[in-house]
């Protein structure tokens, strides 16, 4: 068992900055394979980027790269979402998820291949 507790969302104004974090605990978290996904109002949960166990591969969705960075403590089994260049669009709940299962390119896009799920944090992008 794995659990994922995010926090770092809120109010922020566009062009504005953010980091969100996700505290991991559990027996695999350093093997796990770590992702970011969000869901707005209306919408289905979207890919926002990923971080494979060992820190050395990132995966982004276009619409977050060259803005968003995500990254990885493993001394504090801790993984980070830094938002920068904010749009309204990306107004958001935002979910951090976990995996040990196998995965590969395009496989760390698909929310299915995650096990375990946060319970999410707000972001809200004001215009």
């Known amino acids: 068992q794995v659990q994922l507790v995010e926090s770092g969302g809120g109010v922020v104004q566009a062009g504005g900055s953010l980091r969100l974090s996700c505290a991991a605990s559990?027996?695999?978290?350093?093997?796990?394979?770590m992702g970011w996904f969000r869901q707005a109002p209306g919408k289905e949960r979207e890919f926002v980027t990923a971080?494979?166990?060992?820190?050395?591969?990132?995966y982004y969705a276009d619409s977050v790269k060259g803005r968003f960075t995500i990254s990885r403590d493993r001394a504090t089994n801790t993984v980070y979402l830094q938002m920068a260049s904010l749009k309204p669009e990306d107004t958001a709940v935002y979910y951090c998820a976990s995996t040990v299962s196998y995965l590969s390119g395009a496989n760390y896009y698909r929310s299915d291949n995650y096990n375990y799920w946060g319970r999410g944090t707000q972001v809200i992008v004001s215009p």
């Open positions: 559990g027996r695999t978290v350093s093997q796990s394979h």
């Open positions: 971080i494979n166990w060992s820190g050395l591969y990132t």
